[in-house]
C-alpha cells in the first residue's frame, strides 16, 4: 500500500553540527515530495519541496535528497542551531486517481533535539 | 500577506454534539484541504476543497463534512462526536491545480470529554 515513513523517530545532534533526516516512500507513482517543520503547538511549516524530475534541490541552510530508485528522501540541514529542534515529516503528494489536486501522505515524523 | 488562519484555536466538546471549525487560505490560494493531526502522529488527510467542491477524500466517516465558500474559506463540520474525534484539526491551502506546496494554519485543538 501507499506509505511514507521515516526511519529514526528521534534524532539529537550538537549545535553546529550537520542533521540528516531520513525518508522513505513506496508508491513509486509519486511525483512530489515536501519536507514540513512542526514545532509544538504550531501547524507544519514548509521547508522545502523537490520534484521527481530532480535528484537534489537546495535551499537556505537546507538540502534534499532524492533517490527514486530505492524509494528514499532526505533533509539535510547544515549548521544545525537550537531554533531547528521540532518534528520533521516528510510528505508525498499524490492526487487520486490521476487528479491534478495533490494530497499529502505523511510519516511519523522525526523528533530533531539540538544540544547548545 | 496573511497565512493560512483558523479558528477556533481551542475547542471542547461532549461525545453526541456537533462542532464546525473555520479556515481561511493564505492570500491568493484557492484550494483547502483539511487534516486530522492524533497526538504523536502525522496528519491524515479528510478532504479537500477547490471551486466550492469537495475534489477528494480519505478514509473519514461521512460525519465528517465541509464546505467552501465563494471567498475560498472553508468549514470543517463533525457530527456525533466520539472520543476519538480528539486531534488537532489543520487546515491547509494552496493554488489550484498541480503539484503546488500546501501551507497549513496553526490548527484547532479538539477535545471531547
Known amino acids: 500500500g501507499e506509505s511514507v515513513g521515516l526511519h529514526l523517530p528521534t534524532l539529537s545532534v550538537q549545535e553546529g553540527d550537520n542533521s540528516i533526516i531520513n525518508c522513505a516512500y513506496s508508491?513509486?507513482?509519486?511525483?512530489?515530495f515536501i519536507w514540513y517543520k512542526q514545532e509544538s503547538g504550531k501547524g507544519p511549516q514548509f521547508i522545502i519541496d523537490?520534484?521527481?524530475?530532480?535528484d537534489k534541490r537546495q535551499g537556505q541552510r537546507v538540502t534534499v535528497l532524492l533517490n527514486k530508485t530505492v524509494k528514499h528522501l532526505s533533509l539535510q540541514i547544515a549548521a544545525t542551531q537550537p531554533g531547528d529542534s521540532a518534528v520533521y515529516f516528510c510528505?508525498?503528494?499524490?492526487?487520486?486517481?490521476?487528479?491534478?489536486?495533490?494530497?499529502?501522505?505523511f510519516g511519523r515524523g522525526t523528533q530533531l533535539t539540538v544540544w547548545p | 500577506d496573511a497565512g493560512v488562519t483558523q479558528s477556533p484555536t481551542h475547542l471542547i466538546k461532549t461525545r453526541g454534539q456537533q462542532v464546525t471549525l473555520r479556515c481561511s487560505p493564505k492570500?491568493?490560494?484557492?484550494?483547502v484541504s483539511w487534516y486530522q493531526q492524533a497526538l504523536g502522529q502525522g496528519p491524515q488527510f479528510i478532504f479537500q476543497?477547490?471551486?466550492?467542491?469537495?475534489?477528494q477524500r480519505g478514509n473519514f466517516p461521512d460525519r465528517f463534512s465541509g464546505h467552501q465558500f465563494p471567498n475560498y474559506s472553508s468549514e470543517l463540520n463533525v457530527n456525533a462526536l466520539l472520543l476519538g474525534d480528539s486531534a488537532l484539526y489543520l487546515c491547509?491551502?494552496?493554488?489550484?491545480?498541480?503539484?503546488?506546496?500546501?501551507?497549513f494554519g496553526d490548527g484547532t485543538r479538539l477535545s471531547i470529554l
Open positions: 510528505a508525498e503528494n499524490k492526487g487520486d486517481r490521476g487528479s491534478t489536486l495533490g494530497r499529502l501522505y
Open positions: 476543497y477547490y471551486e466550492e467542491e469537495e475534489r
Open positions: 523537490i520534484r521527481s524530475n530532480m
Open positions: 508508491n513509486s507513482a509519486s511525483d512530489y
Open positions: 491547509a491551502s494552496s493554488l489550484g491545480f498541480g503539484n503546488q506546496p500546501q501551507h
Open positions: 492570500s491568493g490560494h484557492d484550494t
